[in-house]
């Protein structure tokens, strides 16, 4: 499931779900499998825990994943102290084509975070209508809102005169209705806190672990809609790295003003769409869709934020990011990474990232010396605390095997 009116996503709803019968795959892909696939794919639950997590308590719920780590812990949001307070909250994939994010949004108090900053990594909307109609409500209750777009942004189909236009006239109009509301797209200093949006997409040759093997997964442009929802023109085009580049491009028009806010702010956060690295996206065998890590992150990226934060990081190195609707709080070479996404009310539904009551998530709060403490305890970056990454493994996790049946070697 994916935006107003089905199709594919980034998030776990491009994987299957238990509940849901299996599919046996064949050979090839008739009309029959697809709609399965995509049908199946809206309902997962507790299915994206690793094997190592799958024992039930009576109640079926999962006794190892609750003992290590709740799904996500709710944040006490204590109120700045003064004026010269300064907090800065993360959110991505707000989705508000669905009318219970909407809702989410509209409930957001407008009397706590008149004096904070939030991100928005990406992902708000997929109509002009409905993304102006977010971001006024997010500038009405924060004092300042950050955003970078996501892919659903730059759909264009099936919404009056959107469907005639191309992806990068709607990165236009979004960036103009930005401008507007005064919701900020280009670095800017915040109280000595730098925060620096990136421009991104994703390319195919990020992901560099093996595939697995032994079994037809569906071709990529049938799974991920940006193939058919996005318009591309030259210089443009979903070939090679084009979009990956292009996209990094953007970001040259702004990198003096970067250059400036690094040597002058006491903290940098640096935020994009996509991800910057391969290991803030679970192994493919733990997927429901294992080919999943080719439409998500940009190698380019990760460029720009070393940078930005140095090659080795430093401690209060922080870079913000979405897509996935997988949370993440994890180091990686002296950079903290972050993700805390709304998702689908399915997914919030299911308590998947344990619901949406902790959102938005604070990172930063100058009254408690700065950055959160971390690591947060989101699933799956603890998991990886726990588990050594192993891409080596290309055995289906059990919960994805039985969607899938093996194809023979050819003889
Ligand atoms: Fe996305």
Known sequence: MNGVGGGWDCSPCLTMGVGENPLTLGNSWTNRELQAFRACRNSYGRSFLPATCMSKDRLGHDKRARRIMPAVVPVPQALPKDASSMRVFVISDLHTDYTENMAWVKKISSATFKQDTLIVAGDVAETLK??????????????????IPGNHDLWCRNVGSEKHMHSLEKLRRILNICRNLGVETEPKLIKRVGIIPLFSWYHQSFDKEPDIPGYK???????????????WHSPCSNIGDK????????????WAAVEELTSNADQIISFSHFLPRLELCPEKRMLFYPNLPKVVGSDYLEVRIREIHGLAGSPSACHVFGHTHFCWDATLDGIRYIQAPL??????LRRINGGGDWLPFCIYNSDSGGLINGPSPFYWSQYYL????????????????????????KI
């Open 130 to 147: 409905t993304f102006e109609k977010t971001m006024a409500l997010l500038k009405d209750r924060f004092r300042h809102v950050f955003f």
């Open 343 to 348: 998702a689908y009310p399915a997914e919030r």
């Open 243 to 254: 979009l990956a580049i292009y996209f990094d491009n953007l970001n040259l028009e702004f």
């Open 386 to 409: 726990m588990n050594k990454r192993d891409p080596s493994n290309i055995q289906l996790a059990p919960w994805v095997n039985q969607f899938y049946k093996a194809v023979p070697d």
């Open 217 to 231: 997964f569906p071709p990529l442009k049938l799974v991920c809609r940006d193939f058919q929802a996005c318009k």
